[in-house]
């Protein structure tokens, strides 16, 4: 088979941080290739570098053996590589109707017309539906349509330039699964038509659905391709999740008395209960794919959302926190997600970041006492290693290392009785992920310590019992201790199907 | 160097003003000018002080012009048609901007309305209602009814000495009612937003809500509270500006609500704070009050006054937003 698209021996760096390492890749028309990765792997600047949006720092494309270097993503588009982003609103614009946002493209650029033909629009757009065979009305808003529906009106748009090439990039994050099934059905007869396509996903039932092929990427490197038929899943995930040998064991520990106790918890009304319990003085990691429910039981825990029904306690007590303060308050700490999104003040220096949730504590009269706040900031610059010049810093001056310490330390300045930390590796380098987790071990005494990790090496680092979450219930249960990594890597991969073994 | 004329730029820039205009002028440099000064910004400088409160949680309220001349002709309403005390008065006026400012919060907070966009309509709404009950004649004592009687009330002694009385300060009778309230509220303000959790809180949630909310901050409760500290301070300056004209007065306040956004977004540019603050504001309704005085002295004719406060705020805006770096809102 003839090679569509190929990518040889691509390189990208933003400043010193090297993205993409000598990626090297094949497309071949009629045939679907999944790539897959964890948050950070690289799959985004490579699908941007594909599409024209950035430009390679070394290395060289070709589409159908012409040499392929788009500089806009205007560009790529005329050559014949669209992508359908993440986004599905990225891709229409809400406030025009069908019709227009069938033909956006030609409102622009060479040969457009001056005037805006409302008969002519219909026309050019009702060929452009036909194209994918796609059935909506033509003079609906872009906003009465569900998300499936923007979708396609996107991926219709696209295929009106006879593609070779289709990027798609996670497509089916924010749709309902028989959303998904109509999505399948149009790749599908667009792999029939001989369109070369990259799928970029997290999710095993699409890949299951849809993969001809898997390319597994990881820290910038390719780190598998499976295309020997029956596919490979396990391996796949596991060369993207990566299990290096190196990985530091620790010294497994058995909690004490428990502290959480989680019954029959339903995270969403169509996932399997769960139960589960954790006790002082462990560290708990609860590991899996993207997007499988692990923000949103870590949220529960912290009250930010509710679930849907069973129990929780807390030392015995029943626990249902109605809001954060209410959590906080039970001594139930979150380190969230995404720091600058959900952490970081960033008009607030270093100590004040610190002091936010407990800033009752550091009160006399509701005055702020500011020395008792920079003593306890300086206590724990100290306590966790954070290299700054001082507890007036400015956040944004921190590297993210450092800058997740001072999240991090935030909740470990008041004694906790659970404490969770979502992704707190998340754009953390190696030095800094060391520290985070040798400290979190070595005061874990007197509280629950409960990790929410993508990347197993992390939860390998770090507890001392692995639970495995899947579809939005937890589907396996492993001590870090000799544990039986192929059956851990098939519950990630499986899901809900096979796993809970 | 770049970092100290940031953060001592504007009030060096005052000092100069007040320097140059006691030399150029006879007169400015006097206890009797200073607080001529003061009185000027008095009322302005107390809606600048409640519009910075909505500012520091990332919002805005462009209510508080209309509040203010509400409160005013509600406290005129009160005392000369429904003949009420000046107590009576008073409170009917704070129950009005606290009414408002929650109405505010609730549209903006619940309702997902923009703030601009929800206090501009409250701006709309208010100027519109505060002339249905008198079927928009000004109100003053004697004044003619709607349905053709008299109205019996007048403003209570009690009340109009909110606005002539001056206290003994050095010298008798320098410091009237109107200053000593801006300073007072100016000092509560600042000590509110800058000493206290709650204030502090009120930052967090302007500079990064969601932080705040997984902090355990209540962010909408911060944020209804901050309009009605908004709308409270606005019925106080129309409560001052009822007492200092004696009527209830349709044609007043047109300019209050541009001076006080003036004012509190050149405070930004106060000790290059690059975000509202207390302190800010009032230095920054200060150096307007100061700077027109001395043209005014100086016999600047005064239809260039609105020219010289839009050339202040454009500079001190470049001032925070391109010299120093941050990015407030």
Known sequence: MATMFRIDGLGKSFGPNKVLDGVSLDLFPGQITVLMGANGAGKSTLVKIMSGVHAPSAGAMSLADQPYAPSTPAEAIRAGVVTVHQNINDGVVSSLDVATNLTLDRLTGRGAHLFFNRRRNRREAAEVAAGLGLDVDLKADIASLSLADRQMVGIARAMAHAPKVMILDEPTSSLSSSEAERLFAIISRLRDEGVAILYISHRMSDIRRLADRIVSLRDGRITGTFEQKPLDYEGAVNAMLGRSAEATAVSVRDGGKPILTVSDVRLKPQAAPFSLKLHDGEVVAITGLVGVGKTQFAETLFGARRAVSGEMTLDGQRFAPSSPADAIRAGVFLVAKDRAESGIVADFNLAR?????????????????????????????????IVCRGERDMMTTLSGGNQQKVMVGRWMSQPSRLFILDEPFQGVDIAARRDIAAKLRANAQGRATLVFLTELDEALETADRILVMSEHTIVGEHRNERLDIDRLLAEVAAGAMKGAA | MANILIRYGFLALLVALVVFFSVATSGFASPQAAVFIFQSVAITGILALGVTATLVVGGFDLSIGSVATSAMMAAAYAMIVLQQNAFVAVIFCLAIGALVGLVNGLIIVYMRVPDLLATLGMMFLLLGLQRIPTEGRSIAAGMTMPDGSTAQGTFSPAFMAIGRHRFDFFLPDLVPVSVV????????????????????????????????????????????????????????????????????????????????VAAALIGYAVLGASKPNAFGTAIGALFVGVLLQGLTMMNVPYYTQDFVKGAVLVIALIFTFSLSGRTAR
């Open chain 1, 353 to 385: 970041n610190i002091s936010l949730p407990f800033l009752d504590r550091f009160s006399f009269l509701s005055v702020v006492r500011k020395r008792a706040e920079r003593e306890a900031a300086r206590r724990q610059i100290q306590n966790l290693a």
């Open chain 2, 181 to 260: 309230v801006l300073l007072i509220l100016a000092v509560l303000i600042w000590f509110f937003l800058e000493y206290t959790r709650f204030g502090r809180m009120m930052y967090a949630v302007g500079s990064n809500p969601r932080a705040a909310e997984l902090a355990g901050a209540p962010v909408k409760a911060y944020k209804i509270w901050a309009y009605i500290i908004s709308g409270v301070f606005a019925s106080i300056g129309g409560i001052l500006l009822a007492a200092r004209l004696g009527r209830g007065d349709i044609a007043s306040g047109n300019n209050l609500l541009l001076d006080a």
